[in-house]
């Protein structure tokens, strides 16, 4: 049986390439059919905003590629209410449909995959 | 299944510390490396939140990054050095290194 | 044990040697490493580009002969790679570029290899950051 990963992903989507190349690890995953959850937090929340629009800073929209997520096979969203409150998203739409997780969710999510890579 | 957290960044003007305190399970550890051993200077903010780790956690730090920052971390810190941070990846399910 | 280690981190980062000095104590101790796979910035600790100045470590050759003396398998993400300027000759030849700083033992190769060296290590390990 394949191990489960599960990628934490932290940074805001316009920061670099680093939102875009933590998507790519969860995108490649899908593509070998992995067992591949994804957990937003921190500055990662930012990535669910609804209706940015990287066109002002000739960025690819990033949004476009989550929302492919379930179509690689990737079900397992989550983000961290915490960090949705903290920044003012708690009453907000998502751009995902992301299972919002309270603090004991979050160790029990960590704590069910066989490993973890966070960025 | 029990996690080793790595940090390695300084505890101070960024969220990793509190979030990793937040996503720790009761049996985790914590290994701070690099900068996140400023976490450990006595009487520190870092070293209180510290303080919050469930009874359980294992506590360690990196012995080279301590003695380069000349911290004197408390009694309640294990100092490792490499052949043990091996070790100790394989005595936790899995390593979470926050980058 | 079986560990993967994955490095984020250029060669100046303080992570690069820490990752570097964590794989020979692996393997000190008797462990196996099924592979390396350098991401993001990481792709800068395999260029054989980079100049450090005599009275410092010199980091990338340090990796280059360790992973050389081991055997070990190294793969240096390519779509990282080619976003950062590190090409291989094929690549550089591809794109047109003058420039080639890959070489053996490193190899350009896609995400999915750091997917399968998950699958078959014990441990993945990540180093990044300061």
């Known amino acids: 049986m394949s191990k489960s990963l599960l990628i934490i992903s932290r940074q805001a989507p316009w920061s670099g390439p680093g939102a875009r190349e933590t998507l790519d690890i969860v995108l490649a995953g899908g593509a070998y059919d992995l067992p591949i959850g994804l957990l937003f937090l921190d500055d990662g929340v930012f990535q669910l905003f609804a209706e940015q629009a990287p066109k002002a800073l000739q960025q690819k929209d990033l949004t476009a590629n989550l929302q492919a997520l379930p179509l690689f096979g990737i079900e397992a969203l989550y983000c961290c209410a915490h960090s949705l409150g903290e920044r003012g998203l708690g009453q907000t739409p998502l751009a995902l449909p992301a299972e919002l997780l309270d ?4 160790q029990a999510l960590l704590a069910r995959y066989d490993q973890v890579i966070t960025l | 299944m029990t996690t080793l957290h790595l940090l390695s960044h300084s505890p101070y003007g960024n969220d990793r510390l509190t979030s990793c305190l937040r996503l720790f399970g009761a049996e985790d550890g914590l290994l701070l490396s690099g900068d996140a051993v400023y976490a450990l200077q ?3 903010a870092a070293r209180k939140a510290l303080a919050s780790l469930p009874s359980g956690a294992g506590l360690y730090a990196l012995a080279e990054d301590l003695q380069a920052r000349n911290i004197q971390a408390d009694d309640a810190v294990t100092a490792v050095d490499y052949s043990t941070f091996v070790a100790l990846t394989l005595r936790y399910d899995k390593v979470n290194s926050w980058l | 044990m079986k560990f993967a280690i994955a490095l984020f981190a250029a060669p100046h980062q303080p992570a690069a040697r820490r990752a570097l000095r964590f794989a020979q104590a692996a393997l000190a101790d008797g462990h196996e490493i099924v592979r390396l796979f350098f991401y993001q910035d990481g792709v800068h600790s395999a260029s054989s580009s980079v100049v450090s100045s005599q009275d410092e470590l010199d980091l990338t050759a340090e990796w ?10 190294g793969v240096v993400c390519i779509a990282a790679a080619l976003r950062r300027g590190v090409l291989d000759t094929d690549e550089a030849t591809r794109y047109g570029r003058t420039a080639a700083s890959i070489e053996a033992p ?3 190769s896609g995400l999915g290899q750091l997917h399968e060296a998950v699958q078959e290590a014990d441990r993945l390990i990540c180093f990044g950051g300061p």
């Open chain 3, 106 to 108: 490193w190899v350009l």
């Open chain 3, 64 to 73: 280059r002969t360790f992973v050389k003396a081991h055997n070990l398998d």
């Open chain 1, 103 to 106: 603090t004991s969710a979050l």
């Open chain 2, 42 to 44: 006595p009487a520190s």
